[in-house]
């Protein structure tokens, strides 16, 4: 096998000493400095084979239009003057890194693409035809926007030349590290020449463009088919996100080189391994092991963000047979919180004396800031104080300082505890965001935005640190807390009898009791008071209530309980609204939430009654139970099923029965001491189901006999293809032209009639052109919706004859037409050889004889030129139709045989 790898690479000697070409990969990179000056940094690796191909320095194009000599910077400096020679590598053999770098200022802010070119390629690239005439050409994409911050491109950490085996699936990643934790992107597209992508440049076999991961970067080619090299262009995007919006910021375009050789090795492997995350100042630890299954020593390393930024990471490179084992060790800092996880790669080489492979295996490691801590919560009147700590990242400057604080609330306490690796406070726990401040206001009022918190309701309160890039800690302890019950609580607003003008509603509450069992009567001094307000409909205003009842208390001791039922209201087509409010001493307390009644809309449908309802309360109902009256006319109403929907549908319905309903709500306050469950009823509701979905139309057919003017119709029954099967009539609509109204032409209630004849004139004229439609209607008149509509033409005729001869026999007398068919009119003119009109008629039957129009002579024998528009009846209306054509007049009566 050796021997095969040798011939390689000595016929790739012969032909790149003989066309002088060396380039084999590369990319350009650039470094913010300051302002809008940038560093340049073009990195090329070549082969050593010709050295009057090496570059001392190359050209950069700036995409301003500008562009400068960039000197390479990198190596020994004996070669060339006043630069440096670049970097010989040991792998692969004959190779030369090569960095260049220049600096420039832009104008300002734009898209800049940045370009090098370089001849030539080497020779006998097999995915790009006549690779040796074909440029070098590298591309960047340089976005300057100031308000997205200084932006430097990500580096490639990982070289592009890489050796592959035929049928061994290859890998690659190119180690990208975004310094600025920007998210990035990966693609493979095409390669470029001379400024351009490469004409006939395809993919290597067997590699698609999902062959690469859009997220982390890794290539993988499963299998190389065949010797030879081969060039792939990774397009790696960069996007920032500001302000929840994702920028596009920039791109790198590297082209790399693949070496596939015929060999007996096999790669190494390395051990799956999970992405995972870590916070602040804790250690993240995991071992690392590859194998090779030639049992090849083997060099373990690793590349990555967490390498670049400080306190780094550590992974000592290791080397040793067959399995290894490094370990990855981390205890990242405030300044490594970002959004975007730290992507680490590991990669495995073996040492195989000709073809040496290797494995990569990539890691995505999140970090994520600490919880806040020390939140509490103190409660204060209808609001809820909240305090807590400065969180542990809490640097307001640098590179993703704090921004500030999300509060969340659910009404209930809630014992939700973040998984690993979960920050924030996800949508499916059921809180909500209520609120944010900024990075040095550690406290919050919550007072649902001045509508005041509902007493009895045990709310629970988390927050989370957010960062300038959009990145958020883990979420807090949740802290519990309730308003203290210093006001009365209403439990219930339940409809007792419905009437428009004789209805009554229940409503109950009950009495203040403080932090404990006992008002804090120094505060709340008696004589005591409740007040019972109510208001028609749903969230009236606060001048629209009106007192309705109260009751005195000399002392606490006397404070009860309380309930009412309010009488002589229409409750048949209106909610009611209910509010108590609570005097100390003379003076007004508080009040409790306003509570509504239930109220159940319902409408017919076919064989079915849809209901629905509403209210608005201050506890949770979480069960609603559906109520019918059986018999109707009854009064007595059975339970026929619950929901947890504000919506129900009763099917399987009598149409033209009146049925009855009422719901009842089952709920509760979140805080345990207070009464549970708590049941109210709606109103009683009465509905018709009645018939409103319309049959479906009918499949139909129309066949036009132009012979004999006449249209036939004939169409199925739907009662016997459609789910509705209640059609009791059809109906048949005609239109002489497309766009016309649709007439009922005929309708049967017989529905084994399927067939309708149908003749008509337009404007005294026999037709078959027209438009149909087939539609059925059942027995609540509900008619087909219209899907088709079918549209038949005429089959218009008219021709003229060639000679006629108007000598008096009586025989061919008038220029006249053939029989014809569907023409309205026409407009024929008729001239003599000279040009000059002799006739002109708008009859469709001519009836010509010959003589001239004005002077009444007779024409003389010969040859008639004539133009005659026929006006056709069609289905799209009266439609012109040019004749022309000659006319030959004979009036000399022919000779007798002898």
């Known amino acids: 096998m050796k021997r095969i790898v040798f011939f390689i690479y000595f016929s790739f000697f012969f032909i790149v000493s003989a066309f002088a070409t060396h380039n084999r990969a590369g990319e350009i990179t650039y470094q913010h400095i300051s302002g809008y000056t940038y560093k340049i940094i073009v990195t090329t690796y070549t082969n050593t084979f010709n050295t009057t191909a090496d570059r001392c320095e190359l050209t950069v194009n700036f995409g301003d239009g500008d562009s400068a000599i960039a000197p390479r910077v990198n190596g020994p400096s004996s070669l060339c003057p006043n630069t440096q020679d670049g970097v010989m590598l040991s792998s692969p053999a004959n190779t030369k890194l090569n960095i260049y770098e220049t600096f420039h200022t832009y104008s300002g802010s734009g898209a800049y693409v940045i370009t090098v070119e370089d001849p030539n390629r080497n020779a006998g690239i097999c995915n790009i035809p006549n690779s040796v005439n074909a440029s070098f050409f590298l591309r960047t994409e340089l976005v300057i926007n100031p308000f997205l911050g200084r932006n430097s491109s990500p580096t490639l950490l990982n070289p592009p030349l890489d050796m592959a085996c035929v049928g061994e699936c290859f890998e690659h990643n190119p180690g990208a590290y975004d310094a600025e934790g920007d998210s990035l992107s990966y693609e493979l597209t095409t390669c470029y020449a001379n400024g351009a992508p490469i004409f006939g440049y395809t993919l290597p076999p067997n590699m698609g463009i999902n062959s690469i991961n859009v997220l982390n970067g890794d290539l993988i080619w499963c299998t190389p088919p065949q010797i030879c090299q081969y060039n792939v262009a990774i397009l790696i995007k960069e996007y920032r996100l500001f302000q929840g919006v994702r920028y596009y910021v920039g791109s790198i375009l590297r082209d ?310 309010h009488t002589n209201i229409n409750t048949e087509t209106s909610p009611w609204t209910y509010r108590v409010d609570f005097y100390s001493n003379g003076l007004l307390k508080g009040s409790t939430h306003t509570a509504s009644s239930v109220f159940l809309s319902s409408s017919p449908a076919g064989n079915e009654v849809n209901l629905t309802w509403q209210e608005i309360v201050p506890w949770t109902n979480y069960q609603y139970f559906i109520y019918k009256e059986i018999p109707q006319g009854s009064s007595s109403f059975v339970l026929i099923d619950s929901t947890i929907n504000r919506t129900y549908v009763d099917t399987g319905l009598v149409n033209g029965i009146n049925y009855c309903y009422k719901v009842v709500t089952k709920g509760e306050y979140s805080d345990p001491a207070l009464p549970r469950p708590l049941f109210n009823a709606s109103q009683i509701k009465c509905e018709t189901p009645i018939d409103v979905v319309p049959p479906c139309q009918p499949s ?157 002579i007779p024409c003389s024998d010969g040859v008639y030129y004539y133009v005659c528009t026929v006006n056709e009846i069609r289905v799209e209306g009266i439609v012109p139709r040019t004749l022309k054509g000659f006319v030959q007049l004979i009036k000399q009566n022919p000779k007798p045989n002898n």
């Open 700 to 856: 139909f057919a129309v066949n036009n006999d132009c012979e004999n003017v006449v249209n036939t119709i004939t169409w199925t029954n739907p009662n016997l293809t459609c789910s509705d099967d209640d059609a009791v009539q059809y109906n048949v609509y005609f239109s002489p032209t497309t766009d016309g109204a649709l007439e009922l032409v005929y309708s049967s209630t017989d529905m084994n009639i399927t067939t309708f004849i149908h003749s008509y004139s337009y404007e005294g004229t026999p037709s078959v052109a027209g438009c149909y439609v087939v539609t059925a209607v059942d027995s609540f008149a509900n008619e087909s919706v219209i899907i088709n509509k079918i549209c038949v033409d005429n089959c218009p005729v008219y021709e003229l004859p060639n000679v006629f001869t108007p000598n008096g026999d009586n025989i061919n007398e008038f220029f006249i037409p053939l029989p014809y068919r569907f023409v309205k009119d026409i407009d024929i003119k008729i001239y003599d050889r000279w040009g000059l009109l002799m006739f002109e008629t708008t009859d469709p039957d001519i009836f010509w004889d010959g003589t001239n129009k004005d002077t009444k």
């Open 256 to 565: 790399m080189q693949i070496d596939v050789a015929s060999c007996s090795n096999n790669a190494p492997q390395i051990n799956n391994i999970n992405d995972t995350c870590v916070v602040v100042g804790t250690n993240i630890t995991f071992g690392v092991t590859a194998t090779d299954p030639q049992n090849n020593v083997i060099t373990l390393s690793a590349t990555g963000g967490p390498f670049q930024s400080s306190p780094s990471a550590s992974f000592p490179t290791v080397s040793g047979l067959s399995p290894l084992t490094g370990t990855f060790s981390w205890i990242p800092s405030c300044t490594q919180v970002q959004l975007m996880p730290h992507l680490v790669t590991f990669k495995a080489d073996d040492n195989h004396p000709s073809t040496p492979l290797v494995n990569f295996e990539s890691v995505f490691i999140r970090v994520i800031a600490p919880a806040p801590t020390g939140l509490t919560a103190t409660p204060n009147g209808a609001s809820i104080l909240l305090n807590w700590n400065s969180p542990f990242c809490n640097a307001t400057t640098g590179a993703n300082p704090l921004k500030g604080f999300y509060i969340y609330r659910k009404n209930t306490c809630d014992p939700w505890v973040h998984a690993d690796c979960e920050t924030g406070v996800p949508s499916y726990t059921g809180y909500t965001l209520i609120g944010t401040t900024n990075a040095t206001t550690l406290t919050f009022t919550d007072n649902n935005n001045g509508q005041g918190l509902i007493h009895g309701v045990n709310y629970s309160y988390m927050v989370v640190a957010y960062y300038n890039d959009g990145s958020q800690s883990y979420a807090s302890t949740k802290v519990c807390v309730q308003l203290v019950q210093d006001v009365p609580i209403i439990t219930n607003v339940s409809v007792l009898t419905t009437n428009s003008t004789t209805g009554s509603i229940w409503t109950h509450w009950v009495k203040p009791v403080g932090n404990s069992s006992n008002l804090d009567t120094i505060v709340n001094p008696p004589p005591y008071e409740y007040r019972l307000m109510v208001a028609q409909g749903f969230n009236p205003s606060q001048t629209a209530f009106s007192q309705i009842a109260s009751y005195s208390y000399a002392s606490y001791s006397q404070l009860t309980d309380t309930g009412f039922v």
